[in-house]
Each structure stands twice: as structure tokens, then as C-alpha cells.
T-cell receptor, first 114, second 112 residues
Framework: AQSVTQPDIHITVSEGASLELRCNYSYGATPYLFWYVQSPGQGLQLLLKYFSGDTLVQGIKGFEAEFKRSQSSFNLRKPSVHWSDAAEYFCAVGAGQAGTALIFGKGTTLSVSS | DGGITQSPKYLFRKEGQNVTLSCEQNLNHDAMYWYRQDPGQGLRLIYYSQIVNDFQKGDIAEGYSVSREKKESFPLTVTSAQKNPTAFYLC???????????FGSGTRLTVV
């Protein structure tokens, strides 16, 4: 079955510290992978995406993610977290062909402590 | 600027009433989607549409209905058959397969 697992429900990181949010997926075909961020009561904003090529992708707001096929993972990282990064983060996976929708993980809530 | 507009932002309805949530996009995107978000549950797919006058059920379509009469519009009706309709509803669109979604800002529906 196709699925996305975000093992960490809630993470707290000190401001200025590094961040890694985990994402594991199960998908039968070559996956298209995405990370989104959501502020409370708002829609989701695309941080970055991976289709093919370089397995380390750069996104907006200083985020990056690394695709590891052998581990079925697509972890999100940021070298130095800012208080404004506190939000909920969603990993998603989709197919390359038409007629499909993205499958989302249950999300990881990031809190930033001062 | 192009984007997706969901209205209203907050909606209150009495139990047993049908209610329609609006989703309009001016991005010229072909595909549109409705997701439901509950705390700790992530996003669950209700319905999606790849082209006008065609749509497919998602994982939790029971108690919901949609229409796609225009490319720009994809309204969602929450019917009285939906057992637990109180939730945050998100509409999204995308231009081509493999693209990321563009999301609206959501509608919070509360049924009392």
C-alpha cells in the first residue's frame, strides 16, 4: 500500500540549532516527493520537491531535503532554525502519471524554544 | 496575483443541513483537489478532478459531493449523510502531473 510515515509527531528545537524532520514512504513506482509547511489556520505552502536527479534538493526558507532510495526516506533539514519556523510540516508522495493525487503524512509539529 | 480562493473562512451549520464550500482558482490549473484535515490525522483526500465534468472519489468521499462545471471552480458539498463534518477543509490545484499543489487558505466548518 502507498503510504507516508512521519515518525515524529512533535519536535522541539532551540533557536539556532539544526533541524531534521523524518519522512519515510512506501510507493510502488518512482515517487515524486514533497515537503509542505502549514501555519495555524492556514493552507499549506510548498517548501521543496524532488522528482529525479540530484538527491539533495534545496527549497525556500533555507530548507533542504535528501532523497535516499535505499532507505525510502526523504528527510527535511535546516542548519539553523528561526523562531518563525515553528509550524506543522507535511511530507507527501505522488505518482508521475496523470489521474492521481498526493498522499500526505500525518505531519510533524515543530516548536522552537528561545 | 493568481491563486486559490476558499470561502468562507469560517462556516457554522446546524446538524442535518447540507453546506457548500467554495473553491475558485485563477491559475489555469487543470487538476483540483479537496482534502479534509483533522488534528493528528494529516490530510485525507475527499475528491479530485483532473478535467472539467469529471471527478473521482478519494479515500473518504462518503457524505460529500462535488461538481466541476468550470475549470476555475470545484465546490464541495458536505451533506447531512456525513457523520462527523466538523473539520478544516483544504482545496488545492496543480497544473501538471508531478507538480506540487497550490493550496487555498482553508475553510473551517463547525456543525452544531
Amino acid at each position: 500500500a502507498q503510504s507516508v510515515t512521519q515518525p515524529d509527531i512533535h519536535i522541539t528545537v532551540s533557536e539556532g540549532a539544526s533541524l531534521e524532520l523524518r519522512c519515510n514512504y512506501s510507493y510502488g513506482a518512482t515517487p515524486y516527493l514533497f515537503w509542505y509547511v502549514q501555519s495555524p489556520g492556514q493552507g499549506l505552502q510548498l517548501l521543496l520537491k524532488y522528482f529525479s536527479g540530484d538527491t539533495l534538493v534545496q527549497g525556500i526558507k533555507g530548507f533542504e531535503a535528501e532523497f535516499k532510495r535505499s532507505q525510502s526516506s526523504f528527510n527535511l533539514r535546516k542548519p539553523s532554525v528561526h523562531w518563525s519556523d515553528a509550524a506543522e510540516y507535511f511530507c507527501a508522495v505522488g505518482a508521475g502519471q496523470a489521474g492521481t493525487a498526493l498522499i500526505f503524512g500525518k505531519g510533524t509539529t515543530l516548536s522552537v524554544s528561545s | 496575483d493568481g491563486g486559490i480562493t476558499q470561502s468562507p473562512k469560517y462556516l457554522f451549520r446546524k446538524e442535518g443541513q447540507n453546506v457548500t464550500l467554495s473553491c475558485e482558482q485563477n491559475l489555469n490549473h487543470d487538476a483540483m483537489y479537496w482534502y479534509r484535515q483533522d488534528p493528528g490525522q494529516g490530510l485525507r483526500l475527499i475528491y479530485y478532478s483532473q478535467i472539467v465534468n469529471d471527478f473521482q472519489k478519494g479515500d473518504i468521499a462518503e457524505g460529500y459531493s462535488v461538481s466541476r462545471e468550470k475549470k476555475e471552480s470545484f465546490p464541495l458539498t458536505v451533506t447531512s449523510a456525513q457523520k462527523n463534518p466538523t473539520a478544516f477543509y483544504l482545496c488545492a490545484s496543480r497544473k501538471a502531473t508531478g507538480d506540487g499543489y497550490t493550496f487555498g487558505s482553508g475553510t473551517r466548518l463547525t456543525v452544531v
